[in-house]
């Protein structure tokens, strides 16, 4: 594994311990990112919790999902979630898979989540909705026409709900996926509380794409992350093995 590559397995071990941390990820979530040295795989943990994942559980997966090599460990039955975005998405370099608190509500009622604050601008064209589970199925995501059929419902979006289920959110890079998990969440937070007060001011499509371009600037998301890793509770960081707070760009 080059340098670079190690590097990038060593932040998304990062990226696990951030969406841990924060509350976006628990137990049966998980995050990838596309390998840079060949387009056609990506990299993700073997099936262990966020919490949890060391830099031994990163394994390399073919945009199939089948993987590149046997390390002797489960998989995430999920992980056609990330190959199937991979697939039909080059621009993406990062997936998330969460079930978090804020976005459940969402996904168990259809209810649209809409930018309400600036971070949720992030998701100014919408965020989409998946239902399409196999028949006979048991609401996971696991099959790869399941996988292909979230991919075409997520189109050209950031972010996608899955019917009684979760959400995924992706990024151009591994920094834009995470923050795009927490604020995706931060803003759902914000708009059912909103609603609770009986008046929300939406931000319209216009204003939203123009205001969602700060966060995609490297300067932003390095500050963002150095943020989240640095609220890691302490032992964190040393015990996922992980050396540098600075994601690459």
């Known amino acids: 594994m080059s340098d670079t590559e190690a590097k990038l397995a060593e932040q998304l071990v990062t990226a696990n311990r951030i969406l841990a941390s924060e509350g976006i990820l628990d137990v049966f979530g998980h995050v990838s990112v596309r390998s840079e040295r060949n387009p056609e795989q990506f990299l993700l943990s073997c099936s262990r919790s966020p919490q949890a994942v060391r830099l031994s559980d990163i394994q390399r997966y073919r945009l199939d999902c089948t993987p590149v090599a046997e390390i002797g460990e489960k998989h995430y039955v999920e992980r056609v979630i990330h190959g199937g975005i991979y697939q039909v ?103 059912m509380e909103s609603a609770r007060l009986g008046r929300t001011f939406f931000i319209e ?38 050396s540098s707070a600075t994601p690459l760009q």
């Open 89 to 191: 998405r080059p621009d993406v370099l990062a997936v998330c898979h969460t079930h978090s608190d804020g976005i459940l509500p969402y996904a168990v009622s259809g209810e649209a989540i809409r930018p309400v604050i600036h971070m949720g601008t992030l998701f100014w064209n919408g965020v989409g909705w998946f239902e399409s589970y196999d028949p006979g199925g048991n609401l996971l995501v696991s099959s790869p026409a399941e996988g292909k059929a979230l991919a075409e419902a997520l189109g050209n979006r950031r972010a996608i709900l899955l019917k009684n289920h979760g959400c995924a959110v992706v990024g151009e890079s591994l920094p834009a996926a995470v923050m795009g998990a927490i604020y995706l969440d931060k803003n759902a937070r914000i708009q």
């Open 205 to 242: 499509t216009d204003l939203g794409r123009r205001a969602a371009q700060v966060f995609h600037s490297a300067l932003v998301q390095e500050r963002a992350w150095g943020y989240w890793v640095a609220r890691l509770p302490h032992g964190w960081a040393t015990d996922a093995g992980i």
